[in-house]
């Protein structure tokens, strides 16, 4: 049985990958470190914690897996310098702290299009921290890149709630690659790839996640 560390716990998909987590037979231990309490549960630890000061010497480091899925918007967040801590310094100092205990396993909620290089202020944020991540040297690494989120999420998105409902009466007649991705599916993938980790990177686009 593995031990896994989740972050993003009580986010959409975050939520999802701790409902399979807790149910499965493969996971001993879920430590998921936030800012808010979550339900009691006999294989949960769940250390409240500030992400601007994470604690380095805590023995959870050491996971068999990490499954990372924090993530906002430019409006939820307020700006762009806090999305940017949210989306990609978070990301990067639980990866950093994980790899310097000797975690071999990471996997990554991304974004379709992400891209360092973009003009785009989201996906270049995307990009950059699939880099970042990318040269820690973990020896698994999985990138999820889902396109638009299916879900019940706790705040409201405009976008999302105009284009679901649009998306989801065109899905039969839209490359694959353009339909929504529900968040228990995108949850699925990420949680399988971290329980049965294969060396090197791998890319789950959004056209396997529909």
Known sequence: MKNLLLVGSTGLVGREV???????????QVVAPTRRRLE??????????????????EPWWQADAVICTLGTTIKVAGSQ???????????MAVARLARQQGTQTFVLNSA?????????????V??????????LGFETLVIARPGLIGGAREEFR?????????????GPVLPRAWRINPAERIA???????MHPQPGEHIITSDRMA
């Open 188 to 194: 699925r993938a990420m949680f399988d790839a971290a």
């Open 126 to 135: 995307k990009g950059e921290v699939e880099h970042g991540v990318r040269s």
């Open 158 to 170: 405009l976008g999302e709630k105009i284009l679901v409902p649009i998306l989801s009466v065109l």
């Open 18 to 28: 701790l409902k399979l987590a807790l149910a499965s037979p493969e996971v001993a």
């Open 81 to 91: 310098e806090a999305f940017r801590k949210v989306d990609y310094s978070y990301p």
């Open 40 to 57: 009691p549960h006999a294989k949960l630890v769940a250390p409240l914690v500030d992400f601007e000061r994470l604690p380095e010497l």
């Open 112 to 124: 379709l299009g992400a891209d360092a290089g973009s003009s785009v202020f989201y996906n270049r």
